[in-house]
Every structure is written in C-alpha cells, then in structure tokens.
C-alpha cells in the first residue's frame, strides 16, 4: 500500500457504548473524514444498499481475496464473511480523505498487527450498570441473547489497552467533542498508513 499523509482511524467499543452515534455525529461534522464500508457475503436486508450499508460480494470472491491478502481484517461469523477491503482503504486515502474504521476488537488487533500509522480509539461505556441499563432499555433481545451482548462485552473492554485512546461515554455531546479533539490533534501528525503491498 502506497503512504500516504491522510490517516487512519480505527474505532471499536461494545454495543451500548454509543459507538455508533458518535461515528455519526463526527463523519456530519467533518467532511474531510470517509467512513470505511465493510464487505460481507451476506444477502441485503430489506433497505439495504450495496456500497452504502456494505459491499456485497460472492463467497467465492471473498474467499479469493483473502488469498490475495485483500483485506485489511476479516472474519468469518456464523455462515458468512466479513471484512475491511485493503483498495477500498486505498482509494480513499488517494482522493485525501482521511478514513474512519468501524470495527471489532478482532478486527483492530489483526490491523494493528499488519499495518503501521493508524489511530486506534475505543469507545467505552461509563461502568458495566449503564452498559447494561441502556442494552435492557433497547428491549429487543431475550435474556439469553442478551447475556450473550454483556459477555461480549467485557470480552471486548478487556482490549482497550491495546488502543492509542479510550472515550469514555458518559454524555454524548461530551463524548464527540472529545473524539473531535483526538481526530484533529492525530490528523496534524504527518505519520503515513502503512500495510506494505
């Protein structure tokens, strides 16, 4: 992968953190800033779009770039894949925006792993209680489902030392303003994204 001066930016927090929202928030607000777009091999749900909501690609395809080392990080969840395409990446940075990831903390170790230059940041909940508080209140899952969400959480919260920068979630507006700040002070920096070729 050519260098290049635009960063990148890898952003991972449980469900309920508020991850979501302050992605959102900042990509309304920054116009120089690109969300990455996942590619999976699921079908689209009713709504969806091909490039907007996810690239939607064969199995085959996808299989075959992962040989190729196509993607930046992949996983393969129940019966489909996922993952972060390395030319989409690419072409962001070469039209000189700067890319935001959204990923799993699977996702941002094996980046960390392969390339060099990136921002890591997790989104943290307030404590435990108000992860669970505000996953209860969606009131969309079973309890069983719901045991699943928090055991992954911890799992996930148990990574956040590995990331350049942990948010803490308390109130949103807070919240993104702080993102905001770490997003210019990180864009300043001329260190390059780096996956070698």
């Not at 050519?2 to 449980?14: I, L, Y």
Request: charged share 30%; proline share 3%.
């Amino acid at each position: 992968m050519a260098t290049s001066t635009q960063r990148v930016f890898v952003v991972s927090g449980p469900s309920g953190a508020g991850k979501s929202t302050l992605i959102r928030e900042v990509l309304r607000q920054d116009p120089e800033l690109r969300l990455s777009i996942s590619s999976t091999t699921r079908a689209p749900r009713q709504g969806e779009e091909d490039g907007r909501d996810y690239f939607f690609i064969a199995r085959q395809d996808f299989e075959r770039k992962i040989e190729q080392g196509g993607f930046l990080e992949w996983a393969r969840v129940y019966d489909n894949y996922y993952g972060s395409s390395r030319a989409h990446v690419e072409d962001i940075l070469a039209a000189g925006q700067h890319v935001l990831m959204d990923v799993d903390t699977q996702g941002a170790i094996s980046i960390k792993r392969l390339c060099t230059g990136a921002v890591f940041i997790f989104i943290m909940p307030p404590s435990l209680q108000v992860l669970e508080e505000r996953l209860r209140d969606r009131g969309s899952e079973t309890e069983e489902s719901f045991q699943r969400r928090m055991a992954r959480a911890q799992h996930e919260i148990s990574f956040k030392d590995r990331y350049d920068c942990v948010i803490v979630n308390t109130h949103i507006d807070t919240a993104v303003e702080e993102l905001r700040r770490v997003l210019a002070s990180e864009k300043r920096k001329n260190i390059p994204f780096d996956c070698g070729s």
